[in-house]
């Protein structure tokens, strides 16, 4: 995916036509450099072979006659299945030929390549349209409001709207999601408010999560979103575990878990996915390949033609998609999870896409990118704007409706952080509830101390938290 973010168009080829890698390879022949005999790589019909010790240098002459190295019919039951020999000694290459191809189905300028793809009606498309415009307005003015030190802490996700919103667009309100951070646009999209998403930021009484996350860690039992955690890719074997309850409960559900390219460096992702495949687990994995992991480019991650392959090497049916583009996103999610709840097995996406912003307000990307190319791909491959000239082609959206929308937004969001501002802290009390339904000896132990050093140390503590 490194390469991907080049502005060369020869690297992976856009496909319009949608199509999941299966977890068994077909036919594809290779010259072996060394041998000169073409073969197979995990194809079906390799020729097979006898095997055989050989003890002297007449080693040809220990040959049983009734053997033949050339017989295609010998085939050994294996424990996980039936493998057929060959007399060729051939490695696997550690590529493919070709790399893997991504779907697409607006270009650049937001015209339809193809006509195969989900159909999208009018009020959905605008909600789509909607929903990506409040996520750039809520990250704009969020992340201002951390410079401005009214908040501690913000993470954007621009560049990645589509990714965001046509995603979770394609799925039920049944399905259970598992983000990793930058998947605030999924939860806005089942129906949390710009007010909640304000509460949580400024940690106030009225936070689900009682002030006790950092911000934009947030979490909704309501919207079957569940909460945010910093830990890299713990929520993938949760995301299985649960996906698995479903199956078992035999609802017509599925979970889907978003996580980066970093994510599928950890342990987690590579158990997750074997567990799903052996379980066969009624969850989506969509990876967000935005090329890097922090400061960590993706060619310093792993070598494999991105995150794709990695799960047909677990027996995962996969897709690469074009990340900026929303109708390819929301195509290829509408029939994975038709494919995951119907077939009742765990599919992959990799979303390509870019991370347009820095990785947090902790973070400077300029140190570790060029401030060119993050300008050449916010100005050249944004994704609303690519999504904007579609449905206005449409005859769905006009200048005068957009310069209203998004300033309703911008109000909107505003107030929320008026009011967010004006509401009381969680008191002290809350830091210790909700875990255990009678309070144990060390956690009553633990309050009594912190309430006497705040009584001691009046000037240490913020004057806004109850005590």
């Known amino acids: 995916m490194a390469l991907l973010l ?3 168009r020869k690297v992976i080829c856009l496909k319009p036509k949608i199509g999941f890698l299966s977890s068994v390879y077909h036919h594809h022949t290779f010259i072996s450099p060394n041998l000169r005999t073409p073969f197979r790589i995990l194809g079906l019909n390799q020729p097979h072979f006898a095997s055989f010790r050989f003890e002297s240098t007449k080693a040809q002459t220990q040959l049983n006659p009734m053997h033949s190295i050339h017989n295609d019919y ?13 007399s060729h000694l051939n490695f696997i290459p550690e590529t493919r030929e070709e790399r893997v191809h991504c779907y697409r189905v607006l270009d650049d300028d937001g015209y339809p390549i193809t006509s195969d793809f989900a159909q999208i009606e009018k009020e959905v498309a605008l909600k789509i349209y909607i929903d990506m415009v409040t996520l750039q307005t809520m990250d ?3 992340y201002e409001a951390q410079r401005q030190g009214r908040i501690s802490f913000y993470l954007t996700t621009v560049g990645e709207e589509a990714i965001n919103i046509a995603s979770v667009a394609a799925l ?5 999601i598992f983000p990793q951070y930058r998947e605030s646009g999924v939860l806005l999209w089942r129906g949390f408010t710009i007010q909640e998403f304000a509460n949580q930021l400024f940690g106030n009484k ?7 996350q950092m911000p934009i860690h947030y979490g909704s039992n309501k919207h079957n979103y569940i909460t945010v955690a910093s830990t890299v890719a713990t929520q993938l ?3 299985v575990g649960a996906a698995y309850a479903l199956k078992m409960e035999a609802k017509n559900a599925c979970t889907i878990v978003y996580f980066g390219d970093g994510g599928s460096s950890t342990g987690d992702f590579h158990a997750a996915l074997n567990f ?3 379980l066969d687990a009624p969850v989506i994995f969509f990876c967000r390949n935005n090329g ?6 993706v060619s310093d991650q792993f070598r494999s033609d991105g995150v794709v392959t990695k799960g047909q090497a677990y027996g995962i049916r996969s897709i690469r998609v074009d990340g900026n583009d929303a109708l390819a996103v929301f195509t290829a999610v509408h029939e994975a999870r038709k494919m995951v709840v119907t077939e009742r097995k765990p599919i992959l996406v990799e979303a390509l896409t870019y991370r347009a912003g820095h990785h947090s307000t902790s973070d400077d990307s300029t140190k570790y990118r060029p401030a060119k190319e993050i300008e050449w791909w916010r100005r050249e491959r944004d994704p609303v704007s690519r999504f904007k000239k579609w449905i206005e082609r449409e005859g769905w959206l006009n200048s005068q409706v957009e310069s209203e929308l998004r300033s309703n937004i911008r109000k909107q969001v505003l107030q929320a952080i008026q009011v967010a501002e004006k509401q009381e802290k969680p008191p002290i009390k809350d830091v210790f509830t909700d875990v255990y339904d009678v309070s144990p000896a060390n956690l009553q132990e633990q309050e009594i101390s912190i309430r006497e050093t705040i009584r001691r140390h009046p000037q240490d503590y913020p004057t806004d938290v109850p005590v």
Do not use: C
């Not at 294996?78 to 060959?86: C, H, I, S």
């Not at 039920?172 to 259970?176: A, G, I």
């Open 6 to 8: 080049s502005k060369s």
């Open 140 to 142: 704009t003015i969020f």
């Open 74 to 86: 010998q085939v050994l039951d294996f424990p996980g299945g039936e493998v057929k020999f060959t």
């Open 237 to 239: 074997p949760h995301a």
């Open 206 to 212: 009225n936070d689900y999560g009682k002030g006790r």
């Open 172 to 176: 039920k309100t049944d399905d259970f």
């Open 276 to 278: 799903a495949a052996v």
């Open 292 to 297: 890097f992991a922090i400061s960590t480019p």
